[in-house]
């Protein structure tokens, strides 16, 4: 499904990404865990289409297409979802108007007719029972005065409402209290199927409690480090990423 | 010589006796303004002398005023010789089918979605018999009249209803209020008169039509409404289509009169001529607007989307004379490329607990200025007097300007002002969280600026709000990268 390339970014000079390999196939789980400053976001950042990097280097084909060619809102359509670490407030406009846009304009770059009302409505009381998400958040602005834990489980009712091939979370665990942290995985968990990945970023391997990988990659400065089955967290997690540093160096 | 001509010669020849000449090919006066050109208008409008009288004496102050300078707008001083001031309505179709017409108004046509047959009236085009509008007008006159009410042309009044006119013209907006007022008085080409009987509340919108009715209105409007005693109205003024017009100083007048237990909702949506992307052109909106609370327990609402005009100068007002009355402001004012809006309210409050609502919404785009100014004045008298005021600015792009001047002036200390300002920038972050979610950058930016303009926008009759939103899309079409 995704197959990522030698590939190279930087921003205003700076080379963050150093040559990233990665190969996802469907119906996979791949996480994706370093130190600070490793370039864990970027990555996400880079796949999403965020215009501040620039990519040096290497090639990003996503089920057949050169992704590097395509803009965010193409990258969308074509089944790219970035759950933000940060999700931002938009003011003003509600969360089912956002919704209903964003749904519509997927659904149209996909060839699909737009949904009416009364279907929008169903599909979103539906993806929304699937992360507790209380209803009374649809009339509020796009996460104005939601919680850190709505926030989050706002981002994977949205990933249910737009069917995404590729969903990238991003830090998504950071901020959550347990109970919150399951919901939000649990949900991710009813939504994976042959059809979709995932690629899970996370510093902790707390999440992968909840979410098992089938990989883990470790990112250090710049370039994926060390591959392996999910044993590899638990591993991490025990030594510590100095180790892997001064192995790296050594 | 034609019939028509003969008139105008008749009317003219009596009165001039400088050598006053008249293109009569054209209708229209030649430029220039000094008494005789308001002779001329008024002889050509068939006025009553009364009129001519009150049209001199606003010219004579006029001649002793001196243009404002204190709006934060910026334009070539204007010649007030090189102007003409009458030009009659065109009476033949410009154009014979919509393939003359500039393609580029029919495109925006079509993105307001506004009907084909509506599109031939709003450019010019020879239209059916079957829509024309003068019997669409007669249908709604005839059900208005049943009620007492009336509607019509300020020409018409004048002659139909000179005791209203007389009564009232004039009588919030004073001959000498401002230099452009005072403009406005002297030359005015035409407008609306409406009168709202004691307890009749007015059935629909005075708008049905207008968007047909508004042609050829003219670069002076005027306009007076008067809301008898317990009386309801709400009017629409303006047009979401654009409006091209070769007039590049436009100076409308507006009074609104809300007697006891009236009120009176009036909605602006303007569209002028904005001027090219290099700022080149565009017209010159000089406005005054005003209304009184006259009665107690009366009620004065201004709603205005602006998005046109090179230049716009404009703050409609109320007078909170009656006890208990209120006003209300509510405004969005979008400004891209090189557009300069100076633009607000005064609301004056005289009456004891008089309450006043303030919106103000600035959108500014492009290399543009936008500016809010706005008074509150509390009375000596005007015990328990109440003010609330919001005044938002959003920036799109690093290049605009977002200015405010809010005046507050207190007399009384009894009474409660509350003003409320923001400032913000449509960031990067947002227009990424929009494009990862499948919606470009020019949706997300009109979805952005909508949710920006609700407030305002819920209180415009759901049809002009719907169309509203379509022009601001419209209007910020290509000021993001």
Known sequence: MLTI???????????????????????????????????????????????????????????????????????????????????????????????????????????????????????SKEKQALVELDKKLAGRSVNEG?????????????????????SILDETDSGLDIDALRIVSEGVNKLKSAENAFLVITHYQRLLDYIVPDF??????????????????????????DHIKKEVEA | MSDSNKIIDQAVSSEYKWGFYTDLENDTAPPGLSE????????????????????????????????????HVQYPKINYQDIIYYSAPRKGPKYNSLDEVDPEILETFNKLGISLEEQKVLSGVAVDAVIDSISVKTTFREKLSELGIVFCSMSEAIKEYPELVKKYLGSVVPVRDNYFAALNC????????????????????????????????????????????????????????????????????????????????????????????????????????????????????????????????????????????????????????FQQADTGTKMIHLGRNTRSTIVSKGISAGKSNNSYRGLVKIGREAEGARNFSQCDSLLIGST????????????????????????????????????????NTEKAVSLIVNGYCKEVFNQLPMEFAVEAQKLLSISLEGSVG
């Open chain 1, 146 to 166: 939601f919680s850190g834990g709505e926030k989050k489980r706002n981002e994977i009712y949205q990933m249910a409402m737009l069917n995404p091939y590729l």
């Open chain 2, 186 to 337: 002297a030359v005015f080409s035409d407008g609306s008169f409406v009168y709202i009987p004691k307890g009749v509340r007015c059935p629909m919108e005075l708008s049905t039509y207008f968007r047909i009715n508004a042609i050829n209105t003219g670069q002076f409007e005027r306009t007076l409404i008067v809301a008898d005693e317990g009386s309801y109205v709400s009017y629409l003024e303006g047009c979401t289509a654009p409006m091209r017009d070769e007039n590049q100083l436009h100076a409308a007048v507006v009074e609104l009169v809300a007697l006891r237990d009236a009120e009176i909702k009036y909605s602006t949506v303007q569209n002028w001529y904005p001027g090219n992307k290099e700022g080149k052109g565009g017209i010159y909106n000089f406005v005054t607007k005003r209304g009184i609370c006259k009665g107690d327990n009366s009620k004065i609402s201004w709603t205005q989307v602006e998005t046109g005009s090179a230049v716009t100068w404009k703050y409609p007002s109320v007078i909170l004379k009656g006890d208990h009355s209120i006003g209300e402001f509510y405004s969005v004012a979008l400004t891209n490329n």
């Open chain 1, 5 to 123: 390339k030698n590939l190279h970014a930087s921003i205003n000079g700076k080379e963050i990404l150093k040559g990233i390999n990665l190969e996802i196939a469907a119906g996979e789980v791949h996480a994706i865990m370093g130190p600070n400053g490793s370039g864990k976001s970027t990555l996400s950042s880079v796949l999403a289409g965020k215009e501040d990097y620039e990519i040096t280097q290497g090639e990003v084909i996503f089920r057949g297409k050169d992704l590097l060619e395509l803009s965010p809102e193409e990258r969308a359509g074509e089944g790219i979802f970035l759950a933000f670490q940060y999700p931002v407030e938009i003011p003003g406009v509600s969360m089912t108007n956002f919704m209903r846009t964003a749904v519509n304009e997927v659904r149209e770059y996909r060839g699909l007719d737009a949904l009416d009302a009364k279907a929008f409505l169903a599909l």
């Open chain 2, 400 to 439: 605009c300007g977002a200015h405010t001047f809010p005046y507050i002036e207190c007399d009384n200390p009894s009474a409660k002002v509350e003003h409320e300002a923001t400032t913000s920038k449509i960031a990067e972050d947002q227009l990424f969280y929009c494009n990862q979610r499948g919606i």
């Open chain 1, 216 to 241: 883990v990659h470790v990112l250090y400065d710049g370039r994926i480090v060390k591959t392996g089955p999910k044993e590899l967290a638990l591993e991490l997690e025990d030594k510590g990423y």
């Open chain 2, 36 to 71: 005789d050109t308001i002779r001329f208008i008024s002889a050509r409008k068939e006025e009553p002398g009364w009129m001519l009288d009150w049209r001199l004496k606003a010219f004579r102050a006029w001649e002793q005023m001196t243009e404002p300078d204190w709006a």
